[in-house]
């Protein structure tokens, strides 16, 4: 339909990607079409319920609503307001949390819309994988035996500021684009949190390996103390050879 402007790297249809990208219309208004990823996690897998993210490894995925490096959407802030991850990830629909940034408007009330993600998903537009994959091969539409899921919403503004130049609309769509801040801050916490359980793991190990160490009770003492077993287990031949009769 529309011609791409150059600003962003990625086409809005492309494979497996959330992106924003400023597009001409076919009315030949100049459009900022905004993607973001949902996720959520479940507690077991008997659970047919859905949260937003909750391990401590989840990091930004925390946030529910993330963009291609699972890291909090900056459309979250995009207009200066202040945010609280708990009362976001709480909210079932990007419409009241993901506002267009300087410059533009919505399209009608309905701004954000479900878009299918590539692969298989089921009639939601949900994909399922054990956990937040990048790797749009890692996903299907089937919840059994998963964990985690995740899917696609698409937005598009348009200029609310007749005549603004390109420079200022550019600009305008880089402060909501993914920085490599924000991908190092997410890689960052997510390695923190995969170092705390491993500590809580070798904690566990440790304590099983320490009671599997640990005498039985039968040869322990009322204080506590191990009882003196070398007379008791001492062979008949000690006895012999010291000239005691048996």
């Given at each position: 339909?529309?011609?791409v ?9 492309s ?39 909750f ?13 291609n490096?699972y ?6 802030t995009?207009r ?11 909210i ?13 408007k919505?399209?009608g ?9 590539p ?6 537009c949900?994909?399922y ?10 996903w299907?539409?089937?919840p ?14 348009e200029?609310?500021?007749?005549g ?16 490599k801040?924000?991908?190092r ?6 390695m923190?949190g995969r ?21 039985p009770a ?13 007379g008791?287990?001492?062979p008949p031949?000690?006895?012999?050879s ?5």
């Amino acid at each position: 339909p529309g011609g791409v402007d150059g600003a962003g790297s990625q086409d809005p249809q492309s494979p497996g990607m959330c992106t924003s990208k400023i597009v001409t219309g076919e009315n030949g208004k100049r459009m900022l079409v905004a993607e973001v990823w949902e996720l959520q996690r479940r507690y077991t897998l008997f659970h047919q319920s859905w949260d937003a993210p909750f391990l401590p490894h989840d990091a930004e995925k925390k946030w529910r609503w993330v963009d291609n490096q699972y890291c909090r959407h900056t459309l979250l802030t995009a207009r200066g307001q202040c945010v609280d991850r708990e009362l976001v990830s709480q909210i079932d629909s990007p419409n009241e949390v993901l506002l267009p940034p300087p410059g533009w408007k919505a399209l009608g009330s309905d701004i954000w819309k479900v878009v299918p993600a590539p692969g298989s998903c089921d009639e939601e537009c949900w994909q399922y994988a054990v956990d937040f994959y990048t790797t749009d091969s890692a996903w299907s539409d089937a919840p059994a035996w998963m964990h985690c899921r995740r899917r696609r919403w698409r937005a598009e503004f348009e200029v609310d500021i007749e005549g603004m130049f390109d420079d200022v609309a550019v600009a305008a769509l880089k402060e909501i684009s993914p920085s490599k801040r924000d991908s190092r801050c997410c890689s960052w916490k997510a390695m923190v949190g995969r170092m705390i359980l491993l500590v809580l793991f070798l904690v566990v190990i440790a304590a099983v390996c320490r009671w599997r160490d640990a005498p039985p009770a039968s040869c322990l003492m009322p204080s506590g103390e191990p009882h003196d077993t070398r007379g008791i287990l001492e062979p008949p031949e000690a006895g012999l050879s010291a000239g005691h009769p048996l």
